[in-house]
C-alpha cells in the first residue's frame, strides 16, 4: 500500500501540470511502474488532446515489459469516446495487468464503466488510493459534475475592523490589496474560467478583470447589466479578454463598439440560479465572484458557494460598507506582508 501512494503522489504531482490547459476537462496523472521504477509517465496537457494514460505508455521506451508494470492513474480511465478514444480499450491493449486508480470519474459516460471494463478483461484493478487527494485535486470539476454547477470561489479583501470600503464618496477607488498581495488576486483569476462581477462594482471600480500580475488563460469576465446600462467606455468591453453581459434586456447602442456576448434572464425569477446554469451550458467550470458586498452576501445566503479568500487589510476604516458575513470557521489562516488571509472551505455538513 505504501508503493501504491507513493506512485499515485506521483501522478498528482504531473496532473497538476495541467492546471492551465486541462479544464474543462480534470487534471489528470498516469504513470507507468515496472518492478519498483517508472517506466513512463503522462498527464492531460490540453483538452481535446491525448489523455494522461496515452501519453504515460508514449513515454515507454521497453513496451515488452508492460506485460510485469501496473499503471497508476488519478482518475479513472476514460470507457467512452469523446475528442478522444477510451483510455480504458487502451489500457486493454497494451497488456498491463494490474491497474490503480485514485478516484472515480463522475461523469456520467464513465461512472465505473472504465472500472468495469478493465476488470471485465482480467485486469486487477485497485480503487481509492489516496482518494481525498485526487478528488480535491478536480474538485472544480467534480462540483460541476455532481451539482450540475461551477465550482464557485468568492473573494473580497476587507479593513482590519470589517468594510470593504470607508463612507467617504469615491470610496470604491480604494484598494485594499498590496502590490504583492494583488498577484494573489491574479493567480486565482487565472485559476478560473470566469470572474463574476455587479453592475455597481463595474461603473464604480471599472476593473479589467485580466491576469496582469501573473501567468495564465485570461478567465471569461461576466457582468450582471440588467437594464444595459453600462458604457461600452469600461474596460470589461475593451476586448482584452472575453466577456458575457447577463440581464434582461441587451444595449444595442454599445454593441458596434463594444466586444462581448449577451445572455438573457427573467429577473423574476432567482437570478443567480439561471446565470451558473448558462455557464454550466456554456462549459464554465469555474467561478470567480469579485462582485461588491451585495453580490457577495447573495452567493453566501444562496448556500451557492465552494470555497473563499478574505484579505484583511492592516488599516481600519472606523466605518463605511460592511463586509459579507461567512457563517463557517476559516480553514485555513495565513499572514503574507503584514495582511491576514484567511480561507474558507464550505463542507458537505454545511451544504
Not at 3 to 16: K, N, V
Not at 75 to 90: I, V
Not at 188 to 213: F, K, Y
Request: proline share 7%; hydrophobic share 40%.
Amino acid at each position: 500500500m505504501a508503493d501504491d501512494e507513493r506512485w499515485m503522489a506521483r501522478c498528482l504531482q504531473l496532473a497538476r501540470c495541467g492546471q492551465a490547459g486541462a479544464p474543462p476537462n480534470p487534471m489528470v496523472g498516469a504513470v507507468v511502474v515496472h518492478e519498483g521504477r517508472i517506466l513512463g509517465e503522462g498527464y492531460h496537457v490540453r483538452c481535446g488532446e491525448a489523455h494522461a494514460e496515452v501519453n504515460a505508455f508514449a513515454s515507454v521506451t521497453h513496451p515488452e515489459w508492460l506485460r510485469d508494470s501496473t499503471l497508476y492513474v488519478s482518475l479513472e480511465p476514460c470507457a467512452h469516446q469523446g475528442r478522444t478514444p477510451p483510455c480504458a480499450d487502451l489500457i486493454i491493449r497494451k497488456g498491463v495487468p494490474r491497474v490503480v486508480v485514485g478516484c472515480r470519474d463522475p461523469f456520467p459516460k464513465v461512472s465505473g464503466r472504465g472500472i468495469d471494463m478493465l476488470r471485465e478483461a482480467g485486469i486487477e484493478v485497485t480503487v481509492g488510493v489516496l482518494e481525498k487527494e485526487c478528488l480535491d485535486l478536480n474538485r472544480k470539476f467534480m462540483v460541476s459534475q455532481t451539482l450540475g454547477r461551477p465550482y464557485i470561489t468568492l473573494k473580497w479583501a476587507e479593513s482590519a475592523d470589517g468594510f470593504i470600503a470607508p463612507k467617504h464618496s469615491g470610496s470604491h477607488n480604494i484598494c485594499i490589496s498590496t502590490p504583492r498581495t494583488l498577484m494573489r488576486v491574479h493567480r486565482l483569476r487565472a485559476e478560473h474560467q470566469a470572474v463574476l462581477i455587479g453592475r455597481r462594482t463595474a461603473e464604480a471600480d471599472n476593473p479589467s478583470l485580466t491576469v496582469r500580475h501573473w501567468t495564465g488563460p485570461q478567465p471569461l469576465r461576466v457582468v450582471l447589466d440588467r437594464n444595459g446600462a453600462l458604457p461600452p467606455s469600461l474596460h470589461i468591453f475593451d476586448g482584452a479578454a472575453p466577456t458575457l453581459v447577463v440581464g434582461e434586456r441587451d444595449n444595442a447602442q454599445r454593441r458596434p463598439t463594444a466586444v462581448y456576448d449577451f445572455i438573457g434572464v427573467d429577473y423574476a425569477r432567482p437570478v443567480l440560479p439561471q446565470v451558473l446554469a448558462a455557464l454550466q451550458q456554456r462549459q464554465v467550470q469555474s467561478l470567480l465572484v469579485e462582485g461588491g458586498r451585495e453580490l457577495l452576501q447573495s452567493f453566501i445566503d444562496s448556500a451557492l458557494w465552494d470555497e473563499a479568500h478574505v484579505e484583511v487589510g492592516s488599516a481600519c476604516f472606523g466605518d463605511g460598507l460592511h463586509a459579507p458575513q461567512l457563517d463557517v470557521a476559516p480553514s485555513c489562516v495565513e499572514t503574507l506582508w503584514g495582511h491576514t488571509v484567511k480561507h474558507y472551505r464550505r463542507t458537505a455538513e454545511a451544504s
